[in-house]
């Protein structure tokens, strides 16, 4: 069976466990934990600046190994479609997919302000206030939780938006039942009626970080306890107005 394959490129801490857990409901619908395939991919690619590969050039045979990458790896999946959850959508990922005929694509990102992400994974890390502009640099570093899947969001905003929903993480929450099945129309998959936003299950491959902390749609706000210094958003500005872009009411 042919499957049709999505991308899910937004940030951590927004609700793609939450999403999740309702979507993989559908038995025809999978979206997957945090995948390897975007590494998989660019390491694969990166091989052909190799001297093996520059002595002896196997274009064709070698690029099958990409071409084939998502139907291989996702070969023992019942389900038809698949919302890959990766960093698919910065700049090199997605020329990735462009260079071995995987676009044109649909993409989607779950948003919401970036003070609710930081403070997010505060609590998470169970940091003090005092690391706060310490983790915010490691965070937004270019291979960062938040530096890559801003790079994505600011890349395909861009460049792709007519392939792109955005997501916030409110509408999620608030108004569930509508906002899933609009990502049912954007990806044109026939909407489960059986979906319940109530009594959730834990979905495989969870941790400590993507653990559902109650059995119904609610929005987790804690900012409450996190000050994000004023030389943090000052030095992250350019992030900040993408982000206020995005989350308007």
Same mark, same amino acid.
């Given at each position: 069976?042919?499957?049709?394959?999505?991308?899910?490129?937004?940030?951590? %801490?927004?609700?793609?466990?939450?999403?999740?857990?309702?979507?993989?409901?559908?038995?025809?619908?999978?979206?997957?934990? =945090?995948?390897?395939?975007?590494?998989?991919?660019?390491?694969?690619?990166?091989?052909?600046?190799?001297?093996?590969?520059? /002595?002896?050039?196997?274009?064709?045979?070698?690029?099958?190994?990409?071409?084939?990458?998502?139907?291989?790896?996702?070969?023992?999946?019942?389900?038809?479609?698949?919302?890959?959850?990766? %960093?698919?959508?910065?700049?090199?990922?997605?020329?990735?997919?462009?260079?071995?005929?995987?676009?044109?694509?649909?993409?989607?990102?779950?948003? %919401? #302000?970036?003070?609710?992400?930081?403070?997010?994974?505060?609590?998470? =890390?169970?940091?003090?206030?005092?690391?706060?502009?310490?983790?915010?640099?490691?965070?937004?570093? /270019?291979?960062?939780?938040?530096?890559?899947?801003?790079?994505?969001?600011?890349?395909?905003?861009?460049?792709?938006?007519?392939?792109?929903?955005?997501?916030?993480?409110?509408?999620?929450?608030?108004?569930?039942? /509508?906002?899933?099945?609009?990502?049912?129309?954007?990806?044109?998959? #026939?909407?489960?009626?059986?979906?319940?936003?109530?009594?959730?299950?834990?979905?495989?491959?969870?941790?400590?970080?993507?653990?559902?902390?109650?059995?119904?749609? /609610?929005?987790?706000?804690?900012?409450?306890?996190?000050?994000?210094?004023?030389?943090? %958003?000052?030095?992250?500005?350019?992030?900040?107005?993408?982000?206020?872009?995005? =989350?308007?009411?």
């Amino acid at each position: 069976m042919e499957k049709k394959i999505f991308y899910l490129s937004g940030f951590f %801490r927004c609700g793609n466990t939450l999403l999740r857990s309702i979507i993989n409901q559908n038995p025809d619908f999978c979206i997957t934990p =945090n995948s390897i395939l975007p590494e998989v991919a660019y390491r694969l690619h990166g091989l052909k600046q190799h001297y093996i590969y520059k /002595e002896y050039p196997l274009n064709k045979d070698f690029d099958c190994i990409i071409k084939n990458i998502f139907k291989n790896y996702y070969s023992l999946y019942k389900q038809k479609y698949i919302l890959e959850q990766g %960093r698919w959508g910065t700049p090199v990922n997605f020329n990735i997919l462009k260079e071995y005929g995987f676009l044109p694509a649909k993409f989607i990102i779950l948003i %919401r #302000p970036f003070v609710e992400i930081v403070s997010s994974w505060m609590r998470v =890390n169970n940091l003090s206030q005092p690391q706060t502009a310490k983790q915010c640099d490691f965070l937004m570093k /270019e291979h960062g939780r938040i530096g890559q899947a801003f790079l994505a969001l600011d890349f395909l905003t861009k460049e792709y938006k007519e392939n792109l929903l955005i997501i916030k993480y409110k509408d999620l929450c608030s108004n569930t039942e /509508e906002t899933i099945k609009s990502i049912y129309d954007f990806l044109d998959i #026939p909407y489960y009626q059986k979906h319940r936003f109530t009594n959730l299950e834990q979905v495989d491959g969870h941790n400590f970080q993507t653990t559902i902390r109650t059995d119904k749609t /609610e929005q987790k706000v804690y900012t409450d306890k996190i000050v994000i210094p004023l030389k943090v %958003r000052e030095k992250y500005k350019n992030v900040y107005k993408l982000f206020k872009q995005f =989350n308007k009411e």
